[in-house]
């Protein structure tokens, strides 16, 4: 046995003893169980290489953070409830179309980002109550939710995941659009009537209406909707006009929240910041201890041993690895999948359709979204929809994501065909 | 005092203790190597002399003048493209330290991205320094940073970034890659103005050759590669032909016209210099290593490589031997030296270089040889 699979199982059993057997929270797990790493790995107790591991996720905490406190502003001041009184009012005869629009409404903010947690917290918070109030039970929100902040950051205009893996290999972004549509919204549309027109097929809005708060909407007229208008603003702005100075995500979220105050029901910005910062420091902490970890396997070489193990793997199997390993290491981080085992794989594909290959390796990659112990997706859609276990979201939405991967498994397969289809 | 109120205060030490430990280490490395000029160096400037608002930032960087005693032509070296592809950062120190020039000007900027050389990139468990040992038995030490500059100089990175004259789209770190930002902009990010002033100083100097050095990961296939702009093809041609002859495989390969951002395609459309971008294969770079440390950085011996070569995975031959800083740095040595004979051959521009060790010399010996 190799020194990097003794180092994997030490690092993998100490995850699980702590969390499983001691019920430490996730983060310190993690932070454990890569110090046990360096330690077999002959390496101390690297200090430096523990604290700059987490550097990866310092953005991605700060837009965690801001997000969380715009998604507490809007609530507050009473812009959800008065937009959802008025989707609901006008879309209720058409449930169907209805429930596809909510899909594009969630999906938004992640094209234009390439974040399924700017997509969850910002559009999937917004549509929350709406999927809540026309009858769809909380797993089944929180699923539709989580998937469509999947869709969205890889459908386009941006996919990260895509110019990750295109970098890798020297590829433009260029010629994506097509295949990523094709990839991505038949599939939105598939898993919101999938997961939602069961419930809303006979929505009864007479028995709905009195639940509508349209009180808001006459006291403080368009102005309570300026918060969610800011944001929506300044994410197509920032993507669309170059000349636009970069802010970056978190700012325009604490814009747009600062916009809040003024706009419906007051209520206190300082506690209610603490109350949004407290909800999503379980899982700050986790993307720190999974930046320890990924820092520590790399360093140990057992990303190497992961890596190799996956493309080594001869004929269909490794379209069996890709299939799986690229998802299962999205459970530490989607972009990091992308980067350390989408550019491989689609070397290793290298005769096929190179950006149908990368556009269907990003679409399997936005799948580690969804899987513990991150699963930013589907913790946040959890907290949208106020559903106190995550897992069983996860649970709801595993049809969804068998269904996406071996669609994405399709398009690999058969990419020379679907790129002469497709003209690309 | 309650409980939960004294774990929360050694908490609070311990978070302390370990940020001024770690502060300082990252701190220590914006420190610059010490480069020694050998006797063939006639004169330092700054980038900066060049565009004048670098002045002062962590952009700004060293530029050797080697300038021979009889006129000639202008060939520029760019070492630390890249901080963290060590042969091309230590080729350029190689020549500052020890090339003498007779004709012409030979111009070298080891640290062409100079913040890339003041952190690390997170999560690629790479070594803070490479170490040699000299002829006179004393210890060199130079960095091994990232491939970008520095988010403490330029930050935050936009979701998507736009190359600023093509319009063409990429993911948002490449935006502090200096090579995707040529030709650069005055008023851009810090790593757009860096990529001016280097074009800037092309233009200025009317420098005729112009050299990236790189390297790749194995798996990486533009790799034992030189790319050249289409104006810069015959010499390409006619320079790995000379490599062949001595032994050395090397393949060309054209600038892509729609890869944007790249010294070998916009200094090629932006200016009358001939540039040319080399790479030689570095496993402590690539996604397929195992344990990263110094060792692989000069070594190169990496068993995973081995059993992807087997594999069929590879773009370049793989054995346990591994690919040594010495192979690499001789490799790039050799095509700036086969590369600038054919310049001077095919536009009598000419340059000669000189007290440089050649391909054989280097395989033979260890680079600290070639160390003040």
Redesign the interface.
């Known amino acids: 046995m190799s020194i990097?699979v003794i180092i994997f199982i030490a690092m993998v059993g100490t995850f699980m003893v702590s969390t499983f057997g001691f019920k430490l929270p996730v983060s310190v797990a993690m932070l454990l169980s890569s110090v046990i790493g360096a330690l077999i790995?002959g390496q101390g107790i690297p200090?430096?290489?523990l604290?700059?591991?987490?550097?990866?996720y310092v953005?991605t905490i700060l837009t965690i953070a801001t997000a969380m406190v715009f998604m507490k502003v809007v609530e507050k001041s009473g812009a959800l409830d008065a937009l959802s009184s008025l989707i609901i009012e006008k879309f209720h005869k058409v449930p169907a179309l209805l429930l596809i629009l909510i899909m594009l409404v969630i999906m938004f903010p992640g094209m234009?980002?390439?974040?399924s947690t700017a997509s969850v917290l910002s559009a999937g918070s917004i549509m929350a109550p709406i999927l809540l109030l026309m009858g769809i039970p909380k797993v089944s929100a929180g699923a539709i939710i989580a998937m469509g902040g999947l869709l969205g950051m890889i459908a386009p205009p941006?996919n990260?995941p895509a110019?990750?893996i295109?970098?890798?290999?020297?590829?433009?972004?260029?010629g994506f659009t097509l295949p990523l549509t094709i990839l991505t919204f038949p599939l939105a549309f598939l898993f919101v009537l999938m997961l939602g027109y069961k419930y809303v097929r006979k929505l009864d809005y007479a028995k709905l209406e009195p639940q509508l708060d349209k009180e808001l909407r006459k006291t403080y007229g368009v102005r309570i909707y300026l918060p969610i208008i800011v944001l929506l603003a300044l994410m197509v702005i920032?993507?669309l006009v170059?000349a636009f100075p970069?802010i970056?995500?978190?700012v325009m979220f604490l814009i747009a929240a600062f916009v809040g105050l003024f706009t419906g029901k007051k209520f206190n910005l300082f506690t209610t910041s603490k109350e949004a910062v407290k909800d999503v420091l379980p899982v700050m902490g986790i993307l720190m201890g999974v930046?320890m970890f990924?820092?520590?396997m790399?360093?140990?070489?057992v990303r190497?041993?992961i890596?190799?193990t996956s493309?080594?793997l001869p004929g269909v199997w490794l379209y069996v690895a890709m299939a799986l390993s690229i998802p299962a290491f999205g459970a530490i981080s989607s972009f990091?999948a992308s980067?350390?085992?989408g550019?491989?794989f689609t070397?290793?594909l290298?005769s096929g359709n190179q950006i149908i290959v990368v556009a269907a390796l990003s679409l399997l990659a936005s799948v580690g979204d969804m899987v513990p112990p991150t699963a930013l997706a589907g913790i946040f859609a959890a907290q949208v929809v106020d559903e106190p276990k995550y897992a069983s979201i996860l649970k709801k939405s595993f049809v969804p994501i068998v269904i996406l991967i071996v669609y994405s498994m399709a398009f690999i397969i058969f990419s020379k065909e679907i790129g002469a289809f497709l003209g690309v | 005092m309650k409980r939960h109120h004294i774990t929360a205060i050694v908490l609070l030490v311990v978070v302390a203790a370990?940020s001024v430990?770690?502060g300082g280490?990252f701190l220590s490395l914006r420190e610059p190597d010490v480069i020694k000029p050998g006797e063939g160096v006639t004169e330092v400037r700054k980038l900066s002399d060049y565009f004048a608002p670098l002045k002062g930032t962590r952009g700004d960087t060293d530029v050797y003048v080697l300038k021979g005693e009889q006129e000639g032509g202008k060939v520029l070296v760019l070492g630390g493209t890249h901080a963290n592809e060590p042969s091309g950062y230590l080729t350029a120190v190689v020549l500052v330290e020890q090339a003498k020039v007779t004709a012409g000007e030979l111009i070298v900027i080891p640290r062409a991205n100079n913040s890339a050389f003041t952190h690390?990139d997170?999560?690629?468990?790479a070594p803070?320094y490479v170490h040699f040992t000299n002829a006179a038995g004393e210890e060199r030490q130079f960095r091994y940073g990232s491939r970008a500059s520095n988010v403490i100089d330029q930050w935050?990175?936009?979701?998507?970034y736009?190359h600023a004259s093509s319009g063409?789209?990429?993911?948002?770190s490449?935006t502090r890659n200096l090579n995707r930002g040529y030709p650069g902009r005055a008023d851009g990010n810090l790593t757009e103005q860096m990529c001016y002033a280097i074009t800037e100083m092309i233009k200025k100097e009317d420098i005729g050759l112009t050299f990236d050095l790189h390297e790749a990961s194995p798996?990486?296939?533009?790799i034992n590669a030189t790319v050249a702009h289409e104006r810069s093809m015959d010499i390409a041609a006619m320079g790995s032909f000379d490599l062949d002859m001595m032994g050395i495989a090397m393949s060309l390969e054209p600038s892509?016209v729609?890869?944007?951002g790249l010294t070998h395609r916009e200094l090629g459309d932006f200016t009358d210099t001939y540039p040319l971008l080399m790479e030689t294969a570095n496993a402590s770079q690539g996604?397929?290593?195992?344990?990263?440390?110094e060792k692989l950085a000069l070594d190169g011996k990496?068993k995973?490589y081995v059993?992807?070569e087997a594999?069929g995975?590879l773009y370049v031959p793989y054995d346990e031997n591994g690919h040594s800083i010495e192979e690499r740095v001789g490799r790039h040595l050799q095509g700036v030296l086969s590369y600038t004979t054919a310049y001077n051959d095919l536009y009598g521009e000419v340059v000669t270089i000189e007290n440089v060790p050649t391909y054989d010399v280097m395989l033979a010996a260890k680079l600290g040889d070639y160390l003040n």
């Open positions: 990097e790995g200090v430096r290489h604290v700059e591991g987490t550097f990866s953005d234009i980002t390439g974040s941006t990260i110019m990750i295109g970098g890798g290999i020297d590829m433009p972004y260029v920032d993507s170059p970069n970056g995500t978190p930046g990924i820092q520590i790399t360093l140990t070489g190497g041993l890596v190799n493309l080594s990091g980067s350390v085992l550019v491989p070397l290793a290298i | 370990i430990y770690t280490i690390n997170s999560q690629e468990g803070l935050p990175d936009p979701d998507v736009e063409q789209q990429l993911s948002g490449e798996e990486y296939p533009v892509p729609n890869l944007r996604r397929l290593r195992g344990a990263t440390n990496d995973y059993s992807a594999l995975m």
